[in-house]
């Protein structure tokens, strides 16, 4: 199946792309992409379990499952006030 994957900010610079089509199998969770994604760029480990992630527009959690044609996004933490 195939999903979008979109970086935001500094996730955007960790990884060294905006937006990239991946081909995975079913069955695969937020987690895993993170994880493969990690692998690929070394830089993303520095946020260290602080992402924030939404599927198709919708915040989701790490163990959220994608389907095919899904968009994952990938937020650095947020602050502010």
Do not use: W
């Amino acid at each position: 199946m195939k999903i979008k994957v979109k970086a935001f900010a500094s996730v955007r610079e960790a990884v060294g792309f905006e937006e990239k089509e991946l081909t995975v199998s079913e069955g695969i969770t937020v987690k895993d992409i993170v994880h493969q994604l990690k692998k690929s760029h070394p830089p993303l480990d520095k946020f260290n379990g602080s992402l924030l992630f939404a599927i198709n527009e919708e915040y989701c959690r790490e163990a959220a499952e994608l389907s095919d044609e899904d968009t994952l996004a990938i937020f650095p933490p947020v602050s502010g006030g």
